[in-house]
């Protein structure tokens, strides 16, 4: 597959799409060269693939703890609330769960544009390092999945300190962080994150 351009950039600003590009191709697991004015995708790559299972292990590692989305949780609802004060609940959950998705896991959008690709070799070798990945990736995307719930019980949390008890700024943001925390250190003894999501949510839907 040949990709060019599709618009006029200046030589700096084209490099750094052609990287970007050329970067996330090559995380899905293919060979990318970088010819003159378009990139060449050839096709499967065992290198490329392996990157990709390094990559979705030490994603998976650091998405065992859900305080970090927590905290960008709260910092973003109160973003929102700023800029949209009429905004109801509905419509804040919406809308900051939309930008945690993408600027903070991230992976949801990466595995989103995969859906349907059919991931098969002809070598043994690389097949079975094909089907790693989407094992990998169903494990990356059960873990999003309850991150999101994390970030919902932050926005709830959070929006309750706002509305409801009238605080603002930095201790708004660790009451709601410190509850959403103390749920996830109740629910730890559950055997999941998927487990540990419902009981986070009920917890937190209860204070």
Known sequence: MRIEPAGELGDTEQWIADHQIMRELMLVGWAVENEKARLM?????????Q?????????????QSGERTAVAAAAATEEHYRAHPEASLGETLAAV?????????RWPARLADLDGLERSADLPSLN????????LENAVRRICDWHMQVAADGIRAMWRQLTEHGRA????????????????????AASGPAATATATATAVTRR
């Open 41 to 49: 995708v050839l096709g499967w790559s065992a290198v490329q693939v």
């Open 51 to 63: 990157h990709r299972l390094r990559m979705l292990r030490v994603s998976l590692e650091g998405l």
């Open 97 to 105: 769960v939309a930008d945690i998705e993408r600027d903070h896991l």
């Open 128 to 135: 079975r390092l094909l089907q790693c990945s989407v094992e």
């Open 169 to 188: 700024g930095d201790e708004a943001r660790e009451m709601a962080v410190e509850q959403v925390r103390q749920a996830l250190l109740a629910a730890r």
